[in-house]
């Protein structure tokens, strides 16, 4: 089994910046791709941005330009660093993670609150 645990997370203004983590641990023998989601109040669990084991990205429109998502894959740790909050970026964000091999499986963090408020 994979563990993974969040943090990061807070109150911030509008403009403000908050930089999350993702720690793998337990059962590593390969991961692959990593993906930032998050969770609106009242809203459906939407994806923010992915990296694959090999560092290419993708991200939600509504994010680009303004979070990078990168990995440490020697320390089995993902990123998210976001810049220029808006209100609109308030959510629960989950760190997921799929790993192929003994121990694969699709592994969810529990998940870290961020909060962009006035």
């Known amino acids: 089994q994979v563990q993974l645990v969040e943090s990061g997370g807070g109150l911030v203004q509008p403009g403000g910046s908050l930089r999350l983590s993702c720690v793998a641990s337990?059962?590593?023998?390969?991961?692959?791709?990593m993906t930032w989601y998050r969770q609106p109040p009242g809203k459906q669990r939407e994806l923010v941005a992915r990296?694959?084991?090999?560092?290419?990205?993708n991200y939600a429109d509504s994010v680009k330009g303004r979070f990078t998502i990168s990995r440490d894959n020697a320390k089995n740790t993902v990123y998210l660093q976001m810049d220029s909050l808006k209100p609109e970026d308030t959510a629960v964000y989950y760190c997921?993670?799929?790993?192929?091999?003994?121990?694969?499986?699709?592994?969810w963090g529990q998940g870290t609150q961020v909060t962009v408020s006035s």
């Open positions: 990296i694959s084991s090999g560092g290419s990205t």
């Open positions: 337990g059962s590593i023998f390969r991961l692959d791709t």
């Open positions: 997921n993670a799929v790993q192929f091999g003994y121990f694969r499986g699709d592994y």
